[in-house]
């Protein structure tokens, strides 16, 4: 289970956040995670979803009051692996005009179900030919994609959002890592869609796919594809770093 410490940290940080209290211990999750694989004979290529909730409801009624503990306490994994021609051919991203809201509407940076903001982004892509939506903050400033994070090559250097209005993301944080190890210059900044428009290159990152390019943005092609990218470089590093993450677990 890559990088497993890092999404259980993000599950109780998210929990905490909206007062839902877990009553298992890091180490029992990961059993009952393990305990699941092993009853399904599953071993490799496996994306695996948690999903806790509250407990029960004794009425349809969203006060946490109706709810009945213990928490119900869900693990679905499923074979699922990213299909190579994604990274060959890249995706195409552009705006959508949903935006990430701040801390005092919704949170974006707790992993939580309530995502509908995200859903109508996607929604938006799609009906304009995107596989992924770029959206911006409150203020105008480019956030991250609808679901994934975002990052854009200009002048061989990245480019990023702060990261305080997306999800805090546990390949974007590895992402930044591998900058910071490789001497690799990035910086994590306010910007807009016209600070950008003539990028070199652009990735979006995520627990499913990892790293992967972009090769259209909006109607403008880009050099994420090729094989000498940054992008392609930093995908390898990646790569990399998760083969170690496995070695150094066996």
């Known amino acids: 289970m890559v990088y497993i410490e890092e999404h259980l940290n993000r599950l109780y940080q998210s929990a905490h956040g909206i007062s839902l209290h877990i009553d298992l211990k890091k180490e029992n999750i990961i059993n009952e995670i393990n305990k699941t694989l092993e009853k399904n004979n599953m071993k490799n290529d496996i994306h695996i979803r948690l999903i806790i909730s509250r407990g029960n409801k004794i009425t349809p009624y969203q006060n946490p009051n109706a709810n009945e503990g213990p928490i119900n306490f869900v693990i679905i994994p499923e074979y699922k692996k990213a299909n190579p021609k994604t990274y060959k051919n890249g995706i195409k991203i ?17 992993n939580t179900l309530s995502k509908l903001n995200c859903i109508l982004a996607s929604i ?127």
């Open 94 to 110: 552009g705006r959508v005009k949903n935006i990430r809201p701040n801390n005092d509407i919704l949170n974006p940076q707790y």
């Open 124 to 250: 938006e892509a799609n009906n304009l030919g995107y596989d992924e939506g770029i959206m911006n903050d409150m203020h105008g400033f480019i956030s991250t994609c609808n679901s994934t994070n975002l990052f854009f090559v200009k002048n061989d250097k990245i480019i990023t959002s702060k990261g305080q209005y997306c999800l805090n993301g546990i390949t974007r944080l590895k992402t930044i890592e591998i900058c910071n190890e490789n001497n690799i210059h990035y910086s994590q900044k306010n910007f807009t869609f016209e600070d950008i428009e003539d990028c070199s290159e652009a990735f979006v990152t995520g627990t499913f796919g990892g790293i992967v390019p972009v090769s259209t943005l909006e109607n403008k092609s880009l050099l994420s594809t090729n094989s000498e990218s940054l992008t392609n470089h930093i995908r390898k590093l990646y790569l990399k770093n998760i083969e170690n993450y496995i070695k150094s677990k066996s």
